[in-house]
């Protein structure tokens, strides 16, 4: 061991954690990407279901009422997703790293 050289064994460890984060980030690419995909067929159905609404009722008051709820029902859809990532992220910062 010397003062300029790292000691075999953190030579060693180091591949290792270089593994583990490559893991890690291609993990948290992969539910980003799941999320966005998800969010496109939600904007797709929420399209189509207005589309179809708005041809399909008789009148636009009805129409208005039921969008409205839907946009309501899309909202807390959305602050509990994000309530959900907050706490996660709470979790994950308080988790202690591996090293």
């Not at 790292?6 to 270089?18: Q, T, Y």
């Not at 984060?21 to 993990?27: N, S």
């Not at 039921?66 to 706490?87: F, K, N, P, T």
């Given at each position: 061991?010397?003062?300029t ?16 984060a490559r ?77």
């Amino acid at each position: 061991m010397s003062a300029t050289r790292p000691s075999s064994h953190s030579r060693r460890a180091e591949p290792v954690r270089r593994a583990s984060a490559r893991l890690e980030l291609r993990a948290r690419r992969r539910l980003a990407r799941r999320r966005q995909r998800i969010a496109r067929i939600d904007v797709a159905i929420g399209v189509a279901g207005a589309l179809v609404l708005i041809l399909a009722t008789p009148g636009l008051a009805m129409a208005g009422a039921i969008a409205l709820l839907v946009l309501a029902l899309c909202g807390a859809s959305w602050l509990l997703e994000r309530r959900r990532r907050s706490r996660e992220a709470v979790r994950r910062a308080s988790r202690p790293r591996r090293r």
